[in-house]
């Protein structure tokens, strides 16, 4: 991230949160995205984490998918953006959730100071206008608070690319130096605790129950519980059984 | 080019041109310029053809280059980049020249509306820091007038890419498709009576010379001869004869 950035990440981070200046960051940083929209064509979504929604600008390559872009919409209250994902292969779509969960946590592992110096990018299978699937080059940038290190904006872009054929490889755009994704352990990202809790949620007992079986009180399993949520960035605890399964947590 | 780019493409246009308005279109491109190298860390270029002048933003990939981004100015009377074009290869060097007149080409080969679909796409040897030469993945963006189709405004892209292998491609960021540049013809740059007198100027006959062995006026044949050096982006006649003979024109 530049000085510019950092600069206002400072400004932000050193100010009482107001609902202006959280606009004005959200403003910046949708200038970003609509830049690459404009100069490479690309579909870029930016989600803001912390207000929990998203704005979709829809480049030229929008033209080719199966997106009706005069009715999709532009402003989503949501981080996951329905449009684009219901055009992307099953398969895919799954494995770029768990992709996108290892790249936060790989980003979340370095010193705050470098996160905004790798982006993820993967490809994915899309459906195309004439109803086949195209592949798709995906890239994933986390734009992090400056002081703070938490990831408050992620900007998804997406272009077709029809010969691309690489693995999922995470990008140091500083050296050129890029990390297969797989060699990322993240068995870190939930606590031994979180995983026990996790355990008895999927043999469908109570919080109320864990709490007992545990020596905790209701209130701490519920919180273990929404913590298991969020680190999972999922809906529900039905969602992170499974999401915690296949990243081999479980 | 995105609705908002033209929609300022016919602003301008439409317009007398006033200073205020044409500082705002720079503006406009520097803020695209800014997010790709705060985004992916690249260093940015971007040429204002009608003021021949360049800003410069160096990315955090400058770090391992043989910048001083200290020292090195951020905005430059030409639109020729010294600061960057120094540590380029020299082979590499010309040929970036060369390939970007053959761009700039195609790009005018195109109907106004589809200028905007297109970039080029080359690998360049750069020295690093250490003094070995890295391979650096460069990008080249025109920014059309919306109503005229001429180019405005030229961004470049610089990223360190050591594994890059790839020919230099024209991409079209609309389908993902591909174009080796060597398959575009660009014969046509300059016209049947200016290569005649490119010719002559090489053979150092002067302007009044080739007037009378022409038949023209003095006037006109300087007239050739400076739309030929605008054609080629050169500064002069030698560099004119030195280019048009690579392209393959005399």
């Given at each position: 991230?530049?000085?510019?950035?950092?600069?206002?990440?400072?400004?932000?981070?050193?100010?009482?949160?107001?609902?202006?200046?959280?606009?004005?960051?959200?403003?910046?940083?949708?200038?970003?995205?609509?830049?690459?929209?404009?100069?490479?064509?690309?579909?870029?979504?930016?989600?803001?984490?912390?207000?929990?929604?998203?704005?979709?600008?829809?480049?030229?390559?929008?033209?080719?998918?199966?997106?009706?872009?005069?009715?999709?919409?532009?402003?989503?209250?949501?981080?996951?953006?329905?449009?684009?994902?219901?055009?992307?292969?099953?398969?895919?779509?799954?494995?770029?959730?768990?992709?996108?969960?290892?790249?936060?946590?790989?980003?979340?592992?370095?010193?705050?100071?470098?996160?905004?110096?790798?982006?993820?990018?993967?490809?994915?299978?899309?459906?195309?206008?004439?109803?086949?699937?195209?592949?798709?080059?995906?890239?994933?940038?986390?734009?992090?608070?400056?002081?703070?290190?938490?990831?408050?904006?992620?900007?998804?872009?997406?272009?077709?690319?029809?010969?691309?054929?690489?693995?999922?490889?995470?990008?140091?755009?500083?050296?050129?130096?890029?990390?297969?994704?797989?060699?990322?352990?993240?068995?870190?990202?939930?606590?031994?605790?979180?995983?026990?809790?996790?355990?008895?949620?999927?043999?469908?007992?109570?919080?109320?129950?864990?709490?007992?079986?545990?020596?905790?009180s209701v209130h701490t399993v519920n919180r273990h519980r929404q913590n298991i949520i969020e680190k999972l960035r999922v809906a529900n605890s039905t969602e992170a059984c499974k999401v915690a399964k296949d990243l081999g947590?479980?």
């Open positions: 991230m530049s000085d510019t950035a950092k600069q206002l990440g400072r400004k932000l981070s050193a100010q009482e949160f107001s609902d202006s200046m959280l606009d004005n960051a959200a403003d910046y940083y949708r200038g970003i995205a609509r830049a690459y929209a404009e100069t490479e064509n690309v579909i870029a979504v930016l989600s803001d984490l912390r207000t929990n929604s998203s704005y979709v600008y829809y480049g030229k390559a929008a033209n080719m998918l199966a997106i009706d872009t005069a009715k999709a919409r532009r402003q989503i209250p949501t981080i996951w953006e329905e449009e684009i994902f219901r055009i992307v292969h099953p398969d895919d779509l799954h494995r770029k959730h768990l992709e996108e969960l290892k790249f936060f946590d790989f980003v979340s592992s370095l010193p705050i100071d470098i996160r905004g110096e790798h982006y993820l990018q993967s490809h994915l299978r899309m459906l195309s206008k004439s109803g086949a699937y195209v592949t798709v080059r995906h890239r994933i940038f986390y734009f992090c608070n400056a002081s703070k290190g938490s990831v408050r904006m992620a900007l998804c872009l997406y272009n077709i690319a029809p010969g691309m054929r690489s693995a999922t490889e995470i990008i140091n755009s500083v050296t050129g130096e890029t990390i297969d994704l797989t060699e990322h352990d993240c068995t870190d990202i939930l606590s031994h605790r979180e995983i026990e809790v996790l355990r008895l949620i999927e043999q469908g007992i109570s919080s109320k129950q864990i709490a007992s079986l545990l020596h905790r947590l479980l």
